[in-house]
């Protein structure tokens, strides 16, 4: 989604553009877009700076960074960009969208804020039940490894 500087009317400017994940380069191996992208940039010119405000909005799929169960939510970022009009005079609002989503890629995904995730003893996921290996009750640990 290019924009010609010159012809941004007064009052701004509104568009909006959707893309798959691949079209923009911006899956990674352990993050997967599970819809398009939909990029949405109001842009207006003051003087010589162009306010752009950029949004973007899908859902991903992941392995939960802890217990490694899969796991989905929506992806979403908002960020307003001040840009100065150089001799630029055309704007691709879909590349600063590509930057704004790896910027806010988070930095572990959890299935839940509270994830206990897996055991390090046995691998167990504690978020499903206790899996015994702090107490001495060896037939707890069996039943769950299912010796």
């Given at each position: 989604?290019?924009?010609?500087?010159?012809?941004?009317?007064?009052?701004?400017?509104?568009v909006?553009?959707?893309?798959s994940?691949?079209?923009?380069?911006?899956?990674?191996?352990?993050?997967?877009?599970?819809?398009p992208?939909?990029?949405?940039?109001?842009?207006?010119r003051?003087?010589?700076?162009?306010?752009?405000?950029?949004?973007?909005?899908?859902?991903?799929?992941f392995?939960?960074?802890?217990c490694?169960?899969?796991?989905?939510?929506?992806f979403?970022?908002?960020?307003?960009i001040?840009?100065?009009?150089?001799?630029?005079?055309?704007?691709?609002?879909?590349?600063?969208?590509?930057e704004?989503?790896?910027?806010?890629?988070?930095?572990?995904?959890?299935?839940?804020?509270?994830?206990?995730?897996?055991?390090?003893?046995?691998?167990?996921?504690?978020?499903?039940?206790?899996?015994?290996?702090?107490?001495?009750?060896?037939?707890?640990?069996?039943?769950?490894?299912?010796?």
């Open positions: 989604m290019k924009i010609v500087v010159n012809e941004i009317p007064r009052t701004g400017l509104v909006e553009e959707t893309h994940a691949d079209e923009i380069d911006v899956e990674r191996d352990d993050i997967i877009f599970r819809e992208v939909t990029i949405q940039a109001e842009v207006r003051e003087f010589d700076n162009l306010h752009i405000r950029v949004r973007v909005n899908s859902s991903i799929k392995n939960c960074a802890r490694l169960k899969p796991g989905q939510r929506r979403a970022c908002d960020r307003e001040i840009k100065p009009v150089v001799e630029e005079n055309i704007i691709d609002i879909t590349q600063l969208a590509r704004e989503i790896i910027l806010n890629y988070p930095d572990r995904l959890l299935c839940k804020e509270d994830c206990k995730g897996l055991c390090s003893r046995c691998g167990w996921n504690l978020n499903e039940s206790d899996c015994g290996c702090g107490t001495d009750d060896e037939s707890v640990f069996r039943t769950h490894l299912k010796l």
